[in-house]
Antibody, heavy 120, light 108 residues
């Protein structure tokens, strides 16, 4: 059974960089059949797609966040990471990592989510 | 950006009843790239349907999806107590990948 687990600081100061890591177990992060994504949920609100990374290193980012986002892959550690720079209170959200099937198949495995609060 | 409009915002039904949830993209999308999720409080979303009508692994057959173009529907044939949750649609047809705002299915 594939499992994903987010880790990282729960509190980030405004203007700093939010950094989260997702550790994948029970499946290969090098799989050509899957994409590894980050999705966030603002408090009491809906879902926002941040972006994905493919095993080759190819990424796709939400244009609204593209200037501030980097998603990277650490295959030996079976991890992928999210960096979001110049954060503000508007970036306070629950951040999820997820595994997606072939493009467009949806995310079939998710982490439990981690709340990141942006506050001084 | 493709906006997904879900309706109704809240649906109040009783166990055993049939639920019909709508997702309307602001422009036509390929049905291959329309997905439905269920989310319960404090939990991550759960994949229900991909390709507009294919059930994900382990999803009961009371859940079904249909539609094309600018009109998609998630139907729950007979509601079970565990089905009361928030439902989201998502499209992968055109970047940015977007979600609908959700439909809350509550017990009447």
């Amino acid at each position: 059974q594939v499992q994903l687990q987010e880790s990282g600081p729960g509190l980030v100061k405004p203007s700093q960089t939010l950094s989260l890591t997702c550790t994948v177990s029970g499946g290969s992060i090098s799989s050509r059949d899957h994409y590894w994504s980050w999705i966030r949920q603002l408090p009491g609100k809906g879902l926002e797609y941040i972006g994905y990374i493919y095993f080759s290193g190819r990424t796709l980012y939400n244009p609204s966040l593209r200037s501030r986002v980097i998603i990277s892959l650490d295959t030996p550690k079976s991890q992928f990471s999210l960096k979001l720079s110049s954060v503000s209170a508007a970036d306070t959200a629950v951040y999820y990592c997820a595994r997606e099937g072939s493009y467009g198949r949806g995310a079939d495995f998710w982490g439990q989510g981690t709340l990141v609060t942006v506050s001084s | 950006e493709i906006v997904l409009t879900q309706s109704p915002g809240t649906l109040s039904l009783s166990p055993g009843e049939r639920a019909t949830l709508s997702c309307r993209p602001s422009q036509s999308i390929s049905r291959s790239f329309l997905v439905w999720y269920q989310q319960k409080p404090g939990q991550a979303p759960r994949l229900l349907i991909y390709g507009a009508s294919s059930r994900a692994t382990g999803i009961p057959d009371r859940f079904s999806g249909s539609g094309s173009g600018t009109d998609f529907t998630l139907t729950i044939s007979r509601l079970e107590p565990e089905d009361f949750a928030v439902y989201y649609c998502q499209q992968y047809d055109t970047s940015p990948i977007t979600f609908g705002q959700g439909t809350r299915l509550e017990i009447k």
